[in-house]
């Protein structure tokens, strides 16, 4: 039990619509990321946010965007959907300043699967 | 070439036998992450090493930093250790993003 918790488990949007997947945290965990994980692949980093500010990005384009709440809750916003987006989104967490994050044990929510048709 | 390469790709073993799965980075770290990931589902955090060895239960990581090469053991392997077992190390000229291997499939058969 990793005390992060991802809603929807599942979800199947077309092409062209608006998505919003929600993470929650551990309290006291201040430094959340999320990651893309397509079929197969490893996940790749969309960006961290801490104490409710973006704190670094992937290669992402804009349409993908988040928010971090006080109440260690956050969201993963996505645009304008695309097929190559259907994938497993992960969220992460983790105590601590965002610069030494990683150097936090990681905790995982188990992941919203998006299938976009 | 990847900043980080794991090894073996696939791993298929009976139970009971010792496993070794090996990581090499190229990157100054600050720290290295092992994690594991279930079919479909997500990640969980085994280690988080930054020098020396961990240990907790059947499971072993080490690290040696001269050499940025680390190991993760698992001993007297169990049907339910199948999984892939992912390599990832937080960057110093990045610490707010992880490099990631490309993970090991590991299948342990009864």
């Known amino acids: 039990e990793t005390g992060v918790t991802q809603s929807p488990t599942h979800l199947i949007k077309t092409r062209g619509q608006q998505v919003t997947l929600r993470c929650s945290s551990q309290?006291?965990?201040?430094?959340v990321s999320w990651y893309q994980q397509a079929l197969g692949q490893g996940p790749q980093f969309i960006f961290q946010y801490y104490r409710e500010e973006e704190n670094g990005r992937g290669n992402f384009p804009p349409r993908f965007s988040g928010l971090q709440f006080p109440n260690y809750s956050s969201e993963l916003n996505v645009n304008a959907l695309e097929l190559d987006d259907s994938a497993l989104y992960l969220c992460a967490s983790s105590p601590g300043t965002a610069g030494s994050s990683y150097n936090s044990p990681l905790h995982f929510g188990n992941g919203t699967r998006l299938t976009v048709t | 070439k990847n900043e980080v390469e794991q090894s073996p790709q696939n791993l298929t073993a009976q139970e009971g036998e010792f496993i070794t799965i090996n990581c090499s980075y190229s990157v100054g770290i600050s720290a290295l992450h092992w994690l594991q990931q279930h079919p479909g589902g997500g990640i969980v955090s085994l280690f988080m090493?930054?020098?020396?060895?961990k240990k907790h239960g059947r499971l072993i990581a080490t690290i040696n930093i001269q050499e940025k090469h680390s190991s993760l053991h698992i001993t007297a392997s169990h049907p339910r250790d199948s999984a892939v077992y992912i390599c990832?190390?937080?960057?110093?000229?990045?610490?707010?993003?992880?490099?990631w291997g490309a993970g090991t499939k590991l299948i342990i058969k009864p």
């Open positions: 090493l930054s020098s020396g060895k």
């Open positions: 990832a190390v937080s960057s110093m000229d990045s610490n707010y993003q992880l490099i």
């Open positions: 309290s006291g965990h201040n430094t």
